[in-house]
């Protein structure tokens, strides 16, 4: 069964998810996982995109969009086919991926705007239903 953090930011801010998910995406993809980065949008994958170009001026984190194969590094998804990726799934769409199942943790990015904090309890209520293993880590900051 998938373990699921739930990363609770200090802030209201919808692009402080974004800011977050390139530094989660940085972290494990330095300690060798295969990460799937599941958006809820072209726009929002495009916008990722530009940030992990741009995030760290030291630091560059290999990605390509899912329709772009490639080994390693981050692919940036849509839709409900992950293709092979089975490791960390990291979510940035407002509700649970139909493939969340398959990986073997899974990353929840939650701020305090109303609908993003909203989807965040069903997607709990969700995992906590189906008996995933969860764990959330209140930041402090950023």
Known sequence: MSKVDFYILPSDAPSARLDFACKLCEKAWRMGHQVYLHCADAAQRDDLDARLWAFKAETFVPHNNAEEFALGGVVLGLGADCGSHTDLLINLDLKVA???????????IVVEEPTIRQAARESFRFYREQGYALQDHRLQRL
């Open 98 to 108: 139909p493939f969340a199942a398959r990986f073997a943790r899974i990353a929840e």
